[in-house]
């Protein structure tokens, strides 16, 4: 091929946007071979023909790194046998090893850490105490503790016992938690940070997966997980409203939830904010009138509002409306029964295929749907951000204000 025909092909190809207009032409461009030409045009067109303004790359829009701040995101409180504890630090992949090491530095002992392991004294039925030796590699400790336990940094080398057996009340206390012990707000953002936690690991092939029912290998395993926060958590609603035998408390259960509920809604995690004001309007709780005639007439305001936005009339647009808001934006749970009936909509009021051929707009209206649910959590939760809007202070900036008036506070740096 000549010279003057590369040229021609090249000014073709930039007239109609597959090369870049700014592409010099020197000589070492020109001496190209002509495969690597082809290579580079096929890639350009394949990419222009299968990305468009309706059709873009969803993971430009949809995948995002995840936004964990170098901080430690977890607190443990360490005991010794002395029942003296510290506070540490640590990330969700810290093993019990590194806990010793840093417990050691802390409670400021000198000997070597291979004497000391890291031990979870539990209290069973009876007042039982049971000790456990943890493997030195276990992580994920914060979320393995349970709630009647302790972390005992113990000298391998004593037999003291950690825990004395007139200890066993006291830690069997710590396992009974009334729901009116925890504060509303912070009820919410555990709900929000726990919902959005599946619904970001979604991947957009589970929507698709799902509706048209196929076998494929990865499967919906987290859309699945997803779909049912919605009957667990208005349950949960229901339990705790039904299990309270005192009129009075029950009440102030019910006002209790009311209030996690805005907070809820405030934090854009419509998914809990509908299972709790659907738990708050099931039949089991609506028919407790002696209840509901106690309530105060401010929360039976909030609650009616509440209820306004789950009206199903003129298919649920005062709900459509809210998300669809300018000043709703991401990150947002949405409630998941609605976006299974739209997809489901779009599925079953659409043929596959029209005159034998595939009906290319009916894929188009399902992948703008998904991008649409996708870019809900195009971004992370802010959580000091959720506090500060609800006007409290974030839990865990006191407890890091309180940890940090102490001396020698040690965190465990994030391992990539």
């Not at 057996?165 to 709900?191: C, F, G, R």
């Not at 987290?222 to 039904?242: D, G, H, P, Q, Y």
């Not at 609605?338 to 188009?364: M, Y």
Request: with cysteine; charged share 25%.
């Amino acid at each position: 091929m000549t010279l003057g025909h590369r040229n021609k092909i090249r000014r073709a190809l930039m007239r109609i946007n597959i090369l870049p207009k700014g592409l010099a032409s020197t000589d070492s461009q020109l001496n190209n071979s002509d495969d690597s030409l082809y290579m580079n045009s096929r890639a350009s067109v394949s990419q222009a023909a299968t990305l468009s303004h309706s059709n873009p790359d969803l993971t430009t829009l949809c995948g995002y790194e995840d936004a964990r701040p170098d901080c430690p995101e977890h607190v443990l409180k360490i005991y010794k046998s002395d029942q003296t504890s510290k506070f540490l630090l640590v990330h969700k992949e810290t093993t019990a090893r590194e806990v010793v090491m840093l417990a050691l530095h802390e409670f400021s002992i000198s000997d070597p850490s291979s004497n000391y392991s890291l031990c979870e004294v539990s209290v069973g039925h009876g007042n039982m105490i049971k000790q456990r030796r943890l493997p030195e590699q276990l992580g994920g400790l914060a979320e393995r503790i349970p709630l009647a336990a302790r972390y005992y940094l113990k000298n391998n080398m004593s037999t003291e016992q950690l825990v004395p057996d007139d200890m066993a009340p006291e830690l069997q206390k710590e396992n009974q938690q009334h729901i009116l012990q925890l504060k509303s707000v912070e009820v919410a953002a555990q709900l929000t940070l726990h919902d959005f936690s599946i619904f970001r690991q979604v991947e957009p092939t589970e929507y698709v997966d799902d509706l048209y029912a196929l076998d494929s290998a990865y499967g919906y395993p987290k859309l699945a997980e997803f779909s049912k926060t919605v009957n667990r958590e208005m349950f949960w609603v229901i339990t705790e409203i039904c299990s309270e035998p005192n009129i009075l408390r029950r009440m102030k259960v019910i006002k209790h939830f009311i209030k996690i509920s805005r907070h809820c809604k405030e934090s854009r995690n419509f998914n809990s904010m509908f299972a709790i004001v659907s738990g708050l309007g099931h039949g089991s709780v609506s028919r407790l009138r002696a209840t509901w005639d106690k309530l105060p007439g401010k929360y039976q305001k909030l609650f009616d509002d509440l209820q306004e936005i789950m009206d199903p009339s003129r298919n649920m647009s005062k709900y459509r409306n809210l998300i669809n808001s300018e000043h709703i934006q991401p990150p947002i749970i949405p409630f998941f029964p609605i976006v299974k009936k739209d997809l489901t909509f779009i599925h079953l009021g659409n043929d596959s295929k029209v005159d034998g051929l595939i009906n290319f707009e009916k894929l188009r209206m399902i992948a703008k749907e998904v991008r649409q649910i996708n870019n809900m959590c195009s971004a992370p939760y802010d959580l000091c951000a959720m506090f500060e809007h609800a006007g409290c202070t974030a839990p865990n900036l006191t407890a890091l204000a309180v940890m940090n008036s102490w001396a020698g506070t040690a965190s465990v740096a994030h391992r990539s």
